[in-house]
């Protein structure tokens, strides 16, 4: 596979055989640009991301190829990246197939794996799938990793739904906190968490867990984000508690830091302010809509067909809060959000709607 | 399930970064606390911990109808850094929330309490105007994050009694390397006079390694808090009648 390319690396057999071999002229000029760019590669690390067809993991792989300690880069999804990826080795392989995973994680032998395949449910699948893609990615990529000799370190993406929202929960939960999650979502962060931290033991390697706030950005899916881009914004009226979130590319910024500074521990990401869900719909002018108890059966329905499916960590973070102290970000990964909570909800509400173009022709 | 995986997650180096990373982190805090004012906070938005501006002036703005707080002491507080103010209370008193909102609008700092309930929809009122859960880590993840906090012993019902200082609670604050201050308060069930005296940082009588620190350090503070009581006197001292010109008493 040449480097300086985004393309399939033979994951596609397929799609391989029917494209021509590719011919060289017997005296091809030599190209200085990719000769330069092999010597580089050569003095860094084998960097293996997984879901970097996700909004979250493309922008990963596009900031780690811009560091300067990042030789090969490689990548894995079920979908393809969003973004062009200069350097990247996508490969295309569903969650589902544990050997080619394996095969592929183990020839790339990484130093540093970056595990950012995780569905959020609701978020690009019903709960149930993501639940289900989650845990064989999961297993497959931690599992073949643990194969790899050069494997040094292992940065894995969470979240603090970890935490849980229980009665008497920790209003803003430090990464000491005990981990007690209280939705589906945050039993799935729980364990991946617990599969990477028992693999980084038993093969001796390091093992961060980047523990991020609801992540919201533009083209992000996030269950949380569709809820409060609706015209009408459910509240709870007796509590209607304060969360926090953090933008995608401060999240995306986090873990690439976890992955150069070889974070060993679990760590809070999340934007500095919080904001209500009636404080969000007034910044966002949106008509909010107070619920007492039996209504929010209601109202998941209506939501649910309105397209904006509410799972239950997003209607535990509008019941209880989703909360995190993000004190020792900076100390443990030397970089803090560029955008606060409140930055990221009036950023939310300036997304460009769908623009519909009638088409210049009409055919019919 | 979730206490399962409480008890299993163990990262390979989490045990022996632990102890150094918070030690770090405290300093961090420390360097990095910026004091909020009373005054320059948005309304319409909540900070790190829930609490909103414009609900606490507005409940501050009502407060007044209620109590006519006199604080002293407010200068042994630390201007930057978060300190742990132990009040002595009485059943529906609610000194540690009077406490609070006085001693707010004096510092011109946000000042929260603990001792907020955990169920809508008390808990999540008291909540916004700056109320903690009743938790030694939730207390130490304020403090360490540089804000002042005031807590109230166990309530007594008389009046120059304090009652037990919870000492979990003030270990929270040993944890976060942060001050702990006695306040005396008085307050009438039926009069708005209200008092609240803060008195100089409580030291344990001896230098302790282990949860004997917490223990003493929680002993003193209950002591100090009897002597600054001792020393403010009752809210109201005599009758009416040892006001009058006639009675003899204050030179007349």
Same mark, same amino acid.
């Given at each position: 596979?040449?480097?300086?390319?985004?393309a399939?690396?033979?994951?596609?057999?397929s799609?391989?055989?029917?494209?021509?071999?590719p011919?060289?002229?017997a005296?091809?000029?030599?190209n200085w640009?990719?000769?330069?760019?092999?010597?580089?590669?050569?003095?860094?690390?084998r960097?293996?991301?997984?879901?970097?067809?996700?909004?979250?993991?493309?922008?990963?792989?596009g900031?780690?190829?811009?560091?300067?300690?990042?030789?090969?880069?490689?990548?894995?999804?079920?979908?393809?990246p969003?973004?062009?990826l200069?350097?990247?080795?996508?490969?295309?392989?569903?969650?589902?197939?544990?050997?080619?995973?394996?095969?592929?994680?183990?020839?790339?032998?990484?130093?540093?794996?970056?595990?950012v395949?995780?569905?959020?449910?609701?978020?690009?699948a019903?709960?149930?799938?993501?639940?289900?893609?989650t845990?064989?990615?999961?297993t497959?990529?931690?599992?073949?990793?643990?194969?790899?000799?050069?494997?040094?370190?292992?940065?894995v993406?969470?979240?603090?739904?970890?935490?849980?929202?229980?009665?008497?929960?920790?209003?803003?939960?430090?990464?000491?906190?005990?981990?007690?999650?209280?939705?589906?979502?945050?039993?799935?962060?729980?364990?991946?968490?617990?599969?990477?931290?028992?693999?980084?033991?038993r093969?001796?390697?390091?093992?961060?867990?980047?523990r991020?706030?609801?992540?919201?950005?533009p083209?992000?899916?996030?269950?949380?984000?569709r809820?409060?881009?609706?015209?009408g914004?459910?509240?709870?009226?007796?509590?209607?508690?304060?969360?926090?979130?953090?933008?995608?590319?401060?999240?995306?910024?986090?873990?690439?830091?976890?992955a150069?500074?070889?974070l060993?521990?679990?760590?809070?990401?999340?934007?500095?302010?919080?904001?209500?869900?009636?404080?969000?719909?007034?910044?966002?002018?949106?008509?909010?809509?107070?619920?007492?108890?039996?209504?929010?059966?209601?109202?998941?329905?209506?939501s649910?067909l309105?397209?904006?499916?509410?799972?239950d960590?997003?209607?535990?973070?509008?019941?209880?809060g989703?909360?995190?102290?993000?004190?020792?970000?900076r100390?443990?990964?030397?970089?803090?959000?560029?955008?606060?909570?409140?930055?990221?909800?009036?950023?939310l509400?300036h997304?460009?709607?769908?623009?519909?173009?009638?088409?210049?022709?009409k055919?019919? | 399930?979730?206490?399962?995986?409480?008890?299993v997650?163990?990262?390979?180096?989490?045990?022996?970064?632990?102890r150094?990373?918070?030690?770090?982190?405290?300093?961090?805090?420390?360097?990095?606390?910026?004091?909020?004012?009373?005054?320059?906070?948005?309304?319409?938005?909540?900070?790190?911990?829930?609490?909103?501006?414009?609900?606490?002036?507005?409940?501050?703005?009502?407060?007044?109808?209620?109590?006519d707080?006199?604080?002293?002491?407010? &200068?042994?507080?630390p201007?930057?850094?978060?300190?742990?103010?132990?009040?002595?209370?009485?059943?529906?008193?609610l000194?540690?929330?009077?406490?609070?909102?006085?001693?707010?609008e004096?510092?011109?700092?946000?000042v929260?309490?603990?001792?907020?309930?955990?169920?809508?929809?008390?808990?999540?009122?008291?909540?916004?105007?700056?109320?903690l859960?009743?938790?030694?880590?939730?207390?130490?993840?304020?403090?360490?994050?540089? &804000?002042?906090?005031i807590?109230?012993?166990?309530h007594?019902?008389?009046?120059?009694r304090?009652?037990?200082?919870?000492?979990?609670?003030?270990?929270?604050?040993?944890?976060?390397?942060? &001050?702990?201050?006695?306040?005396?308060?008085?307050s009438?069930?039926i009069?708005?006079?209200?008092?609240?005296?803060?008195?100089?940082?409580?030291?344990?009588?001896?230098?302790?390694?282990?949860p004997?620190?917490?223990?003493?350090l929680?002993? &003193?503070?209950?002591?100090?808090?009897?002597?600054l009581?001792?020393?403010?006197?009752?809210?109201?001292?005599?009758?009416?009648?040892?006001?009058?010109?006639?009675?003899?008493?204050?030179?007349?």
């Amino acid at each position: 596979m040449p480097l300086g390319s985004t393309a399939p690396a033979g994951d596609d057999e397929s799609l391989a055989q029917a494209m021509p071999a590719p011919t060289r002229a017997a005296a091809e000029p030599i190209n200085w640009r990719r000769v330069v760019l092999a010597f580089m590669v050569m003095g860094g690390k084998r960097v293996f991301v997984s879901g970097v067809g996700g909004e979250l993991g493309t922008t990963i792989a596009g900031l780690l190829e811009a560091e300067d300690w990042v030789g090969e880069l490689s990548g894995i999804d079920a979908d393809p990246p969003r973004h062009r990826l200069h350097r990247t080795v996508f490969h295309r392989i569903h969650p589902d197939e544990h050997d080619r995973i394996v095969q592929t994680v183990a020839s790339f032998n990484p130093h540093v794996l970056v595990h950012v395949g995780v569905w959020e449910p609701d978020a690009r699948a019903a709960p149930e799938a993501a639940a289900t893609l989650t845990d064989q990615a999961a297993t497959s990529i931690l599992g073949a990793a643990a194969e790899c000799s050069a494997l040094e370190h292992v940065v894995v993406r969470s979240g603090i739904e970890i935490y849980g929202r229980a009665r008497g929960a920790l209003t803003r939960p430090s990464e000491s906190a005990p981990i007690a999650p209280t939705s589906e979502w945050g039993r799935t962060v729980a364990a991946i968490e617990h599969t990477a931290a028992k693999v980084g033991e038993r093969v001796g390697v390091s093992v961060g867990a980047v523990r991020l706030a609801p992540v919201l950005g533009p083209h992000v899916p996030s269950p949380l984000g569709r809820l409060l881009r609706q015209p009408g914004v459910p509240f709870s009226v007796l509590a209607d508690p304060p969360f926090a979130v953090i933008e995608d590319r401060d999240a995306a910024r986090a873990i690439v830091s976890a992955a150069r500074l070889g974070l060993a521990e679990p760590v809070n990401v999340v934007a500095s302010g919080a904001i209500t869900a009636l404080q969000a719909a007034r910044r966002g002018r949106r008509v909010p809509i107070p619920l007492v108890g039996p209504d929010w059966r209601i109202a998941r329905g209506l939501s649910h067909l309105l397209g904006a499916p509410i799972p239950d960590h997003v209607s535990e973070a509008l019941h209880r809060g989703r909360l995190a102290d993000n004190g020792r970000m900076r100390e443990l990964l030397g970089v803090t959000p560029d955008h606060g909570t409140i930055d990221v909800i009036d950023r939310l509400y300036h997304w460009p709607s769908i623009v519909h173009q009638p088409a210049r022709i009409k055919v019919a | 399930m979730a206490n399962t995986l409480g008890r299993v997650v163990n990262f390979p180096v989490r045990a022996t970064a632990a102890r150094a990373g918070a030690a770090v982190s405290r300093a961090a805090a420390d360097f990095n606390a910026s004091v909020v004012r009373l005054t320059d906070e948005q309304a319409g938005v909540v900070d790190d911990w829930g609490r909103d501006p414009g609900l606490v002036r507005t409940i501050i703005r009502a407060s007044r109808l209620r109590w006519d707080v006199t604080v002293g002491g407010d &200068q042994r507080l630390p201007r930057r850094k978060g300190a742990l103010i132990v009040v002595n209370a009485r059943t529906r008193a609610l000194a540690p929330i009077f406490s609070a909102l006085a001693l707010s609008e004096v510092v011109d700092r946000p000042v929260r309490f603990v001792g907020r309930p955990d169920t809508a929809p008390i808990g999540p009122f008291l909540r916004r105007i700056g109320g903690l859960l009743d938790h030694p880590d939730e207390l130490a993840g304020a403090l360490a994050g540089g &804000q002042l906090v005031i807590m109230g012993a166990a309530h007594d019902e008389r009046t120059r009694r304090v009652g037990r200082v919870d000492h979990a609670l003030v270990g929270a604050a040993l944890a976060a390397g942060v &001050q702990v201050f006695p306040a005396a308060t008085s307050s009438s069930p039926i009069g708005r006079e209200a008092r609240l005296e803060i008195g100089a940082a409580s030291r344990s009588p001896r230098k302790r390694r282990g949860p004997l620190a917490e223990l003493e350090l929680a002993d &003193q503070v209950g002591v100090d808090i009897g002597l600054l009581l001792a020393e403010m006197g009752e809210i109201r001292t005599g009758t009416p009648l040892d006001w009058l010109p006639l009675s003899g008493i204050g030179g007349a």
